[in-house]
C-alpha cells in the first residue's frame, strides 16, 4: 500500500494527551520560525522570556518555549526544519497549551531568479511532496494555504512589497533533481521549503488556523545552486522577520 492510500479517519492509537497534560495557562497564537540565529536577538531585545516551566522535546532533547512580551497570549517556538519533526511538535504544543493560531515563517528556494533575496513569499497553495500530510488528510498533489490573503492584508498595511504563489513542500532537498525543478516550475511553484503543506494539512485536522509567509534565500534556477544569502542574514534582518510576525499576531488578535 503507498503513500497516498496511508489517510484513516480512525482514532490515533498513541495521543498527545498520553505524553502532555494541558498547561496551566491557555495562549492564543504561536510564532515559530526555523531560523536558529535570531534566538540571541531576541533574548537580547528582550522580545520574548522563557516559560521555566515547561519545554517540548525531540531525540535530540528538550527544548523551551518562550512568551512574547508584549503579546502575552502569544508564545514563541524555535522548531527544527522538516515536516515530521514540525508536525510532532506542534500537536504537543497546540494540544498543552491550547494554541489557536500558528504564525510560521522560513527561508525558501526560488524556482524563479526574478525573485530577489529576502523578499517576502506568500505561499497560496503548496505540493505536497512530504509524507506527512498523507497521514493528515486524503491524498491530492496540491494543499490550500486558507489564510493567505490575510497575511497579504498585513504586508500592504505595513507597505511591504512581497510576491504570492506556489510553493513546493520536499522531504529530500539532496534530491531536488532537474527534472523535478522542472515538473514543479511548470506546475507553477515559485519556491521550495520542507514543512508548508504538511503544517497547513495539520492545521485543518486539528482546527487551528495557519498563518504563514517565507523569505527569498538560495536559488535554483541557475546552471548550479546559487547560495544567495542562505544562513547569511544579519541578526537585525533575522528580528525584522519575527517583528512581522508580531504584526500578524497582533492582527488576527484584534
Known sequence: MSIIHSYKNSEEILKVSDIYNKYRESFDTLITTFQSKVL???LENQYIEEIIDIKFSTSHGKYPIYRVKDLPRTLFFLMPIGAPTTVGILEEIVYAMDVKN???YGSAGVLDRNIAAKKIIVPTKAYRDE????????????????????????????NIDYVEGYTWTTDAFYRETKEIYEERKNQGCICVEMEVSAVQAFANLRKVKLYNFLYSADNLDHSSWDKRILGNLSIDERLDYFILARFIAKAIGE
Open 102 to 104: 500558528i504564525i510560521m
Open 40 to 42: 540571541p536577538g531576541l
Open 131 to 158: 509524507g506527512t500530510s498523507y497521514h493528515y488528510m486524503p491524498a491530492s498533489d496540491f494543499i490550500d494555504i486558507k489564510n493567505y490573503q490575510k497575511v497579504s492584508k498585513v504586508l500592504n498595511e505595513l
